[in-house]
């Protein structure tokens, strides 16, 4: 599993959780301090379908970012944390 860093030196990683599936994984506090953002032209912030998220520090990742040459079709914040779906 390759693990990267923020510009502040937290350390993340993306953690397979099914073929389609990965949980985001992060140490340090910049997920104290995320920010969670809806759909284009959709009223309110579903947190079960975002736009995009974006940890104190980065990586800002949004539906379409490409993450292990896979694109990111959905993001959710669940009870388990911030899951994201791919190609």
Do not use: A, W
Not at 17 to 25: G, T
Not at 50 to 57: K, Q, R, T, V, Y
């Amino acid at each position: 599993m390759k693990k990267y860093t923020n510009r502040y030196g937290d350390s993340y990683h993306f953690e397979p959780i099914q073929d389609n599936k990965l949980k985001f994984v992060m140490e340090g506090k910049s997920l104290d301090y995320v920010r969670f953002g809806g759909k284009e032209n959709i009223p309110g912030i579903d947190y079960n379908d975002l736009g995009f998220f974006d940890p104190s520090g980065g990586p800002f990742i949004e539906i379409g970012t490409t993450i292990q040459g896979r694109k990111v079709t959905k993001i959710s914040r669940t009870e388990e944390g911030i899951m994201l779906e791919i190609e």
